[in-house]
């Protein structure tokens, strides 16, 4: 929360070299949402999946210090990574979904690096799964799904068969802090390794980067003392 | 800790074993170590810096090094796992709040019923 974001000279993205990566925060609830579904032997198995170069391996153990039982790391780098966005990962989760017959796809409802807020609906658009996107509770009901959404004006409730995509928004619980001695523990824990390919998905971008900015700094406010000195400042610098 | 014995026939000294200290008479030696490493794991985090954390953590438990009746040690360890329990909150905390400023601003506002919040 206190680094510095920096754009880089060249305005092709931002500069992540020697910035420290951590678990996108929505992910983080993601995870601690499916270690309690464990905990209430709700469901069976957690697999964490992660999507990068080797140091989403350190990620991978977060989620594995947290509770799940193994990890899946999709070996992308260079070009490809940088490339990589929302479908491309979705592609990767919809292969892996079917490959290890998940009944329950859980991430954050989106990355805050990008904010983008695509990956979880593409997933359940390729596997044409149904989906309950920026769930503040969950509960499951037998081979269903009750969700309670966060949207614009309050809260949507929905029940959605299994297998399902499940997207978390900020309330939906606390995440568990990583211990050291959950992590000593977590180092036990398996993380297969592979490649998009072994998939069988091409990680060809339909997307561009054309150019990448700073915000425009926004100007101080001015305060005024009374209703002519705010009509009067209004009219000189032309807003009326 | 070491134990020297004294061989039957030749009365040759021999180190006959080497007894850890953590497994010695109190077992809440290794309590307590794992209980600095876990504080010091968790303080690298710390708002204040990891250094800053580790200065306080260190003289903290330097403080009471020689503490020796086993219900003291329980009390401390106790505060020691407390400290933990804070400072979990005080990640989360912090996090959820950024969380909530940076995508759920307009939401709060609605919420305080005031105006849009200027930076």
Same mark, same amino acid.
């Given at each position: 929360e206190n680094t510095k974001i920096r754009v880089k000279p060249d305005h092709s993205g931002v500069v992540t070299d020697g910035v420290k990566h951590s678990m996108n925060p929505f992910c983080e609830i993601a995870v601690e949402e499916a270690v309690k579904l464990k905990e209430k032997k709700l469901i069976k198995e957690v697999v964490a999946v992660s999507c990068g170069?080797?140091?989403?391996?350190?990620?991978?153990r977060t989620a594995l210090a947290m509770g799940c039982d193994r990890g899946i790391h999709v070996e992308v780098s260079g070009k490809d990574y940088e490339a990589m966005g929302p479908l491309q990962i979705s592609k990767i989760f919809a292969a892996l979904a079917k490959k290890e017959e998940a009944s329950l796809?859980?991430?954050?409802?989106?990355?805050?690096?990008?904010?983008?807020?695509?990956?979880?609906q593409m997933?359940?658009?390729l596997l044409d799964w149904p989906q309950g996107t920026f769930a503040s509770e969950v509960t499951i009901d037998g081979e269903k799904v009750k969700v309670v959404r966060e949207i614009d004006g309050g809260l949507e409730t929905i029940k959605i068969s299994m297998p399902a995509v499940l997207t978390a928004d900020l309330r939906l619980n606390t995440p568990r802090y990583a211990t050291l001695p959950n992590i000593m523990k977590a180092k036990k824990k398996k993380i297969a390794n592979m490649k998009p390919a072994d998939l069988g998905v091409d990680m060809v971008s339909r997307v561009e980067v054309l150019r990448v900015?700073?915000?425009?700094?926004r100007l101080a406010g001015v305060k005024v003392e009374t209703v002519d000195d705010l009509v009067a400042?209004?009219?000189?610098?032309g807003t009326i | 800790m070491v134990i020297w014995t004294r061989l039957p026939n030749r009365g040759k000294v021999v180190k006959a074993a080497t007894v850890s200290g953590s497994d010695m008479a109190n077992p809440l030696r290794r309590e307590v170590r794992q209980l600095y490493k876990n504080l010091l794991f968790l303080g690298r985090e710390y708002p204040k810096g990891a250094d800053y954390f580790r200065e306080r953590l260190k003289s903290a438990f330097m403080k009471n090094k020689d503490v020796t009746d086993p219900k003291e040690i329980k009390k401390l360890v106790d505060r020691g796992e407390f400290v933990i329990k804070e400072l979990e909150a005080l990640y989360y905390l912090r996090k959820y709040r950024a969380m909530k400023k940076r995508y759920y601003e307009d939401e709060m506002s609605a !919420?305080?019923?005031?105006?849009?919040? !200027?930076?």
């Open positions: 170069p080797t140091q989403v391996t350190e990620t991978i796809i859980i991430l954050g409802k989106q990355a805050i690096d990008d904010d983008c807020n695509q990956t979880g997933t359940a658009a900015d700073e915000p425009p700094t400042k209004l009219r000189a610098n | !919420v305080l019923n005031i105006g849009r919040p !200027v930076d």
